[in-house]
């Protein structure tokens, strides 16, 4: 039987990535790439960026690169900033900036830049581990939640280069029992968030 729900917030694409300083658990950047396909802000994308201030002589903690401001809004307001990976990391303080931004799939390596006159940024996911739907019903966002569906695909590179010079960060991975890989570093494809949910609700 088919199940209908709204309203939906956004529908697209939303891969992640965590790089740390080699052999440590010193993260030096956090990723959040939102490429919109239907939104009540519309369509755009959206490169969340946080990096470590004291490797980054030309972007401090980072940037919010997008060519839909207002999407770019909504989604670090209702969404990322509750994301576990930015738990301890404060990035409605980050700067937006007007960007070019594109990205490629060929099936092997997911490549995303972002431009604007100063700065360009290219990043990469490499080496596709595995492919599985994750069904997160209320994820907690804040005060509101919302139901959340997307295909998670870790991956066992990711790369970060800023204006040509690549960071100095790694990707760390790990298998289960069963053989599943995870990782720091991700692709998320079909993924939609329906909400907000009344958060009263979701703790029922």
């Not at 100095?168 to 599943?180: C, F, H, I, L, R």
Request: proline fraction near 6%.
């Amino acid at each position: 039987m088919s199940e209908i729900k709204r309203p939906v917030l956004f529908s697209g694409e939303n891969p992640g990535m965590t790089l740390y300083a080699p052999g440590t658990e010193q993260p030096v950047a956090v990723v959040s790439y939102w490429h919109c396909t239907d939104s009540p802000c519309g369509i755009g994308h959206a490169l969340v960026l946080w990096l470590d201030p004291n490797l980054s002589e030309d972007m401090g903690q980072g940037c919010i690169f997008t060519d839909n401001p207002e999407l770019a809004q909504m989604l670090v307001k209702n969404l990322t900033q509750h994301f576990p990976e930015f738990k301890d990391i404060s990035i409605e303080t980050l700067a937006y900036a007007n960007a070019y931004c594109e990205h490629t799939f060929d099936g092997t390596c997911y490549r995303v830049l972002c431009r604007t006159p100063e700065t360009q940024v290219e990043i990469e996911w490499v080496e596709v581990l595995d492919r599985k739907q994750v069904v997160w019903p209320q994820f907690p966002a804040g005060q509101a939640a919302y139901d959340l569906t997307t295909v998670i695909c870790p991956c066992r590179v990711g790369y970060l280069q800023i204006n040509g010079k690549l960071l100095a960060g790694e990707v760390k991975t790990s298998q289960m029992n069963d053989g599943a890989f995870s990782s720091t570093a991700f692709l998320a494809f079909a993924e939609t968030w329906i909400g907000p949910l009344d958060a009263k609700k979701s703790e029922v």
